[in-house]
């Protein structure tokens, strides 16, 4: 198994440009998160599918869209790129069933918008 | 308003003693306590849990006590070597959404 799996590792964008983040896993889980990671902010939710089909807004929604394509993907889009959006982005994902739920995370895309 | 807190950024212990790492929170509601070890360029990787109904984990070299009344945990690693040295996560569960802390580097010193 790959696990969580994310395209690209890294990007650099000018300022207003759009591109979409890809991430799938292998695992068969049903809930699937994004999260961005600041120097010094730890991680913070940006949007996160509780199950194929749904998507609810996180901590930092604002700026991003995503798509949750089927059970396996979880896409997230920046439309308008902004140099406040340089950041490394991770997906994640988990069974989402009642109970204990960890989280695995995939590798990671560094963003740079210049 | 952060809900899981993690203070002193960062850690530099001998190798072969003991690094305490500790974590405060705010909600009541959480259900489970989790911590994540990451290194540079890596995801983070799950490392240890405790349920909320629990005070102590144990997990080999690894430990996490909770301590409900002072909404505090803390991640106990003995001995620590050198490939602990990442940065460590705390993160508070509800349902199936995670809040986590800032992180703490540890540097574990041949």
């Known amino acids: 198994n790959a696990g969580v799996t994310q395209t690209p590792k890294f990007q650099v964008l000018k300022t207003g440009q759009s591109m979409t983040l890809q991430c799938a896993q292998d695992m068969n889980h049903n809930s699937m998160y994004w999260y961005r990671q600041d120097p010094g902010m730890g991680l913070r939710l940006i949007y996160y599918s509780a199950s194929e089909g749904t998507t609810d807004k996180g901590e930092v929604p604002n700026g991003y869209n995503v798509s949750r394509l089927n059970k396996r993907e979880f896409s997230l889009r920046l439309e308008s790129a902004a140099p406040s959006q340089t950041s490394v982005y991770f997906c994640?994902?988990?069974?989402?069933?009642?109970?204990?739920?960890?989280?695995?995370f995939g590798p990671g895309t560094r963003l740079t918008v210049l | 308003d952060q809900q899981v807190k993690q203070n002193s950024p960062s850690l530099s212990v001998q190798e072969g003693r003991i690094s305490i790492l500790n974590c405060d929170y705010t909600?009541?509601?959480?259900?489970?306590f989790l911590w994540y070890k990451k290194y540079p360029a890596e995801g983070p990787t799950f490392l240890i849990s405790i349920s909320s109904i629990k005070d102590k984990n144990e997990d080999g070299r690894f430990t996490v006590f909770l301590n409900k009344s002072a909404k505090h945990l803390s991640l106990h690693i003995v001995p620590s070597q050198p490939g602990d040295s990442a940065v460590y996560f705390c993160a508070a569960s509800i349902g199936d959404r995670l809040a986590f802390g800032k992180g703490n580097q540890v540097v574990v010193i041949p």
């Open positions: 909600n009541s509601m959480f259900d489970y």
């Open positions: 994640a994902s988990t069974r989402g069933l009642a109970g204990y739920n960890e989280q695995f």
